[in-house]
């Protein structure tokens, strides 16, 4: 399955829901983001985005001091 | 068969863009919402930055209030092009560096865009005469529908019936009867739409939900401006002004020292683009220096860093000075002394 990783130490939030958004555009269904935070507001508000848009949130976990959240895209709702 | 109408909601995440936006989904529209972030949008970043808020409940208000209408929500990064409104507000600012009427009219401008883009029929805000002082009045309803050039496909659903029709209004895609008349800072008649449908936790911001707002970060701003002589500003600078102690020693060069552990972990984010001084006989803050700096200065900065570390009682604290290049060199200060740090240094 196809997974891309997205950088997005240093960033405060909203603006790493914005990577996974734009990143979103481009992906088809069932491909997956990993996003690499440091803001531990994405823990909540990045599955709070998949929820509302439509996508699947397959985890979000602290490890060493970051935060990793995977979504998978389904551009179902759209 | 009838076509399916849509919305674009404005949705800031506070109540009133959640009950326009509902009051419009009641008719049948479909609406979607639009947040934009401008850098200058109170998001929980102290939050994210502090160590002793992290424990703290936090939550995107605008993913929250979507989430709570069952709509789509599309965050637009607008940060380059907010620069204009910030820095060259056609109807000026505030009580402090609030645009707050060109940033109404900028965002309006923005939604209109994205609704032809998608294909979308008209704007929703939650805007109420009398609201705010600035960009909700009676006179500046109509500069902010003609100015953003939406004209009358801008919708406001808590204040319609004191405003002339709009297109959804005339080609009864919305129904004029079900939209509502509120005016002025009264909050009643907000709340008890709110209690009508069954909205509880909704989030109340007091001074709206830009730092602009804010007396204390508008004086760092201008300072900066001040300091670099020119109105110029980039992410970066937008975000430190967030974050930590601003003193300025002198008008070529300032420090941003931080007050916990969190802070210091989020300056030394920045250890790259700064110059930067951490204690080493004791524990104390980091501190950024934001200017060109020579000898003399630098001793000055290592002596008031080494006045917010514990060593501060001693006859001498041990600092690292290190330049963007990484080069390290350590200093032995004598801390200052409060009367040595006159008000006016502090930002």
């Known amino acids: 399955m196809k997974r891309k990783i997205i950088d997005c130490r240093r960033l405060l939030c909203p603006m790493p829901v914005i990577r996974v958004q734009t990143t979103v555009e481009s992906l088809p269904d069932g491909a997956q983001i990993e996003a690499i935070c440091t803001d531990p507001g994405v823990l909540t508000d990045i599955p709070a985005w998949s929820r509302i848009n439509g996508h699947k949130l397959i985890e979000a976990r602290e490890e060493d001091g970051e935060y990793i959240v995977v979504v998978e895209v389904d551009h179902g709702m759209q | 068969m009838t076509k399916q109408r849509k919305a674009a909601a404005l949705i800031s995440g506070g109540l009133d863009s959640l009950l326009a936006a509902r009051v419009i989904q009641e008719q049948g529209i479909h609406v ?83 609704i032809k883009a998608k294909g979308f029929d008209f704007i929703i805000t939650g805007e109420v005469i009398g609201q705010r002082p600035m960009s909700q009045r009676k006179e500046t309803m109509p500069v902010v529908a003609d100015e953003s050039g939406a004209e009358d496909l801008l919708l406001r659903p808590l204040c319609a019936c004191n405003l002339p029709e709009t297109l959804p209004e005339r080609e009864g895609w919305v129904d004029r009867q079900q939209l509502h008349d509120f005016s002025g800072r009264s909050r009643k008649p907000q709340m008890a739409l709110a209690a009508k449908f069954g909205f509880e936790d909704y989030a109340q911001p007091a001074g709206g939900c830009c730092f602009l707002t804010d007396a204390q ?14 109105k110029q500003y980039e992410m970066d600078d937008i975000m430190l002004l967030k974050v930590g102690r601003h003193l300025r020693p002198a008008p070529h060069f300032k420090l941003i020292i931080s007050r916990e552990e969190g802070e210091g972990n989020f300056l030394r984010g920045y250890r790259r683009q700064y110059p930067h001084l951490t204690t080493v006989s004791h524990p104390g803050p980091l501190a950024l220096i934001d200017g060109e700096v020579d000898e003399d200065d630098i001793e000055l900065a290592a002596r008031l860093v080494a006045r ?15 330049d963007i290049e990484a080069n390290q060199k350590e200093l032995k200060v004598r801390p200052l002394q409060p009367h040595e740090i006159p008000r006016e240094w502090v930002i």
């Not at chain 2, 501060?312 to 041990?318: A, C, F, I, L, T």
Request: proline fraction near 2%; glycine fraction near 8%; charge should be positive.
């Open chain 2, 217 to 230: 970060y508008s004086v760092k701003l201008a300072d900066l401006w001040r300091a670099r002589g020119s």
């Open chain 2, 32 to 114: 979607e919402g639009i947040n934009f972030y401008t850098g200058f949008c109170v998001e929980g970043h102290t939050h994210a930055i502090r160590k002793k808020d992290r424990q703290k409940e936090k939550r995107n208000n605008a993913l929250w209030v979507a989430e709570q209408l069952g709509i789509k929500l599309h965050i637009v990064d607008i940060v380059e092009d907010y620069k204009q409104v910030v820095l060259n507000p056609k109807h000026g600012y505030g009580a402090n560096l609030n645009p707050c009427l060109d940033c109404k009219i900028f965002m309006v401008s923005k939604a209109l865009e994205w």
């Open chain 2, 308 to 322: 917010y570390s514990q060593g501060r009682s001693e006859e001498e604290v041990v600092l690292a000075f290190t």
